[in-house]
């Protein structure tokens, strides 16, 4: 008998057959005495429907009023799962995320999970329940809703694992586990039996959408293995878990494709020092994460072009963020540039291989693709690229460095 926690992803519990599919492998590991606490997201496509009827109303909405619409998401698929549950004869609860002792601080649309007391998970577990969880949720300590940002039921995943002390913790999504790149745009790509937190954590910041970045995070600081699986099949997945000596043999363990990047240039900028301090702390006021940083000297005049990268989502509010400081920075203009692709490499291995950049680049300058922006990090390569041609280069750089 083991304790285990199961993750299903937006795909998995797509309609009401898949969440039966899903009640149906729940309700196998319940019949071999298993204990089974089971987190699952907002079906597929809910999520987005609900942030295009709040954009319907306002483009700007109240980010408190956004928890409180997308939370309804996940709490739909919680009490559809337990009844699916039910109509096999297995013992279920579902819980949202604040009835689960999911704590957070109060960050609306990105919290933080500051504290997990799982009392009523382990009663009900005692009881003989399976236990279906909400994730993506939270509840601060003065009883507000949070949500941890998109992929945020991962991180309930995880977190709950850690809290539980879980005998082990299954991911399961649409996919077989953990590619070298997305299959929908290289084909050739092939699954992983294991990748390294690290290497996991780069991909997943590279636009990777198998795992959300912060639990792959959360799960190398509290030491939680965990599996990536599929729902629709029993092949075994890819083991997530600490880095070892074997996996430094491999110079590139995968390559990313994010097209949900913009890039904003702020042009003419006072070249002063504090110019760029007083930027970026606006934006990080406004809990607005900033990936590539590039600052372009004008010589022969005492103004500089900054350039950046957001997530698409967070574009509009960080212009009227960039807009509201035009007369105390003193800039000439602001740009913005919604057709961008980040591409990037990662690998363990890259630390003791040279060579790496030189071959990323050389393979792109042979299609033609010109680079914008370069980012690097001790096993991570990253490029911004017009999104024209990003597919294209992607498959041209993973045939280069992983085989066609």
């Given at each position: 008998?083991?304790?285990?926690?199961?993750?299903?992803?937006?795909?998995?519990?797509?309609?009401t057959e898949r969440i039966k599919n899903v009640a149906r492998r729940v309700a196998e590991y319940h019949a071999r005495g298993d204990k089974l606490v089971v987190v699952v997201s907002a079906m597929s496509g809910v999520t987005d429907s609900l942030i295009k009827l709040a954009k319907e109303i306002m483009p700007l909405p109240s980010e408190r009023e956004m928890d409180v619409l997308l939370a309804t998401g996940e709490q739909t698929t919680i009490a559809l799962t337990a009844m699916a549950l039910h109509a096999l004869g297995v013992k279920a609860v579902s819980l949202t995320g604040a009835q689960a002792g999911i704590v957070t601080d109060g960050l609306h649309t990105k919290a933080k999970i500051m504290n997990i007391t799982p009392k009523k998970v382990h009663a009900l577990l005692n009881e003989g329940h399976v236990v279906i969880v909400a994730g993506f949720q939270g509840e601060t300590p003065d009883g507000q809703i949070t949500t941890l940002g998109r992929g945020g039921s991962d991180l309930t995943a995880i977190a709950l694992a850690a809290a539980l002390k879980a005998d082990l913790c299954q991911i399961y999504t649409d996919v077989d586990g953990v590619y070298t790149c997305d299959p929908r745009i290289v084909p050739e790509a092939r699954k992983l039996t294991e990748i390294a937190y690290d290497e996991l954590m780069e991909l997943a910041g590279a636009g990777a959408k198998v795992m959300q970045l912060r639990s792959v995070e959360f799960a190398k600081k509290f030491g939680v293995v965990f599996e990536v699986r599929s729902s629709m099949n029993d092949n075994p997945g890819t083991i997530v878990k600490e880095e070892t000596k074997s996996m430094e043999g491999v110079v590139i363990r995968g390559v990313a494709l994010d097209k949900n990047q913009a890039k904003i240039t702020v042009v003419g900028v006072p070249d002063r020092p504090g110019m760029a301090a007083r930027l970026f702390k606006a934006l990080a006021e406004a809990a607005i994460n900033v990936d590539m940083?590039?600052?372009?000297?004008?010589?022969?005049?005492?103004?500089?072009?900054?350039?950046?990268?957001?997530?698409?989502?967070?574009?509009?509010?960080?212009?009227?963020?960039?807009?509201?400081?035009?007369?105390?920075v003193g800039f000439k203009d602001v740009l913005a540039d919604e057709k961008i692709g980040k591409l990037s490499i990662v690998g363990v291995g890259m630390r003791s291989h040279s060579g790496v950049a030189a071959r990323m680049f050389d393979t792109l300058a042979r299609e033609g693709v010109n680079i914008a922006m370069i980012s690097t990090s001790e096993i991570k390569i990253s490029v911004v690229i017009d999104l024209d041609c990003a597919e294209r280069a992607t498959r041209a750089v993973h045939a280069a460095f992983l085989g066609a």
């Open positions: 008998m083991a304790l285990i926690v199961q993750k299903y992803g937006g795909t998995s519990v797509g309609n940083i590039v600052q372009n000297i004008s010589h022969g005049t005492q103004t500089t072009d900054l350039s950046f990268t957001v997530d698409k989502a967070e574009l509009l509010k960080a212009r009227k963020v960039i807009d509201g400081l035009k007369n105390e």
